[in-house]
């Protein structure tokens, strides 16, 4: 279901990304950003770009949607699918940080990258390789 970029499956997740992406607080970069994660118990998550004018302040669409979707019990393991959406040319992968902070919750996450001309699917393992998570404490 979402190992397929034009699976009907990501359009709830898109519309949220779209959605949260109209709401992006971006008046530094103008680059607005949206995120949605589906979690194990169907529910989807958006997050959009929180810029401040304290740059290090700045927080990532992504992370946005992680914090709302652990703040509902989100545990390690039931994230689903990522979306995340921009509406420049180039398609935009997460950062590193929220790759990191993502792949707490799912390594073998699949993230779909999104714009208004196309899609590509990539699967968080493969966007941070080797990562360092929690079994590194074992
Ligand atoms: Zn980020």
């Known amino acids: 279901m979402f190992d397929d970029p034009q699976s009907p499956a990501w359009e709830p997740l898109l519309a949220v990304a779209w959605s949260a992406r109209d709401h992006a607080h971006a008046p530094y970069s103008r680059f607005q ?3 949605a994660l589906l979690t ?3 529910f989807i998550f ?6 401040n ?10 992370r ?17 699918a990522a979306v995340v959406v921009t ?6 992968p997460p950062c590193g940080a929220c790759r990191q902070a993502l792949i707490e919750f799912a390594e073998g996450l699949p993230v779909l ?3 208004r001309r196309g899609r590509q699917l990539h699967r ?3 966007l941070l390789p080797h990562s360092f998570t929690g079994g590194h404490f074992r």
């Open 124 to 126: 968080l393992e493969n």
């Open 40 to 42: 194990s118990d169907g």
């Open 87 to 92: 509406d420049v040319a180039e398609l935009t």
């Open 113 to 115: 990258l999104a714009n």
């Open 33 to 35: 950003v949206g995120a």
């Open 53 to 62: 004018a304290a740059y290090p302040l700045c927080l990532c669409a992504e």
């Open 64 to 80: 946005g949607a992680l914090s709302a979707a652990v703040a509902a019990g989100l545990q390690p393991g039931g994230l689903v």
């Open 46 to 51: 958006g997050g959009c770009n929180v810029e």
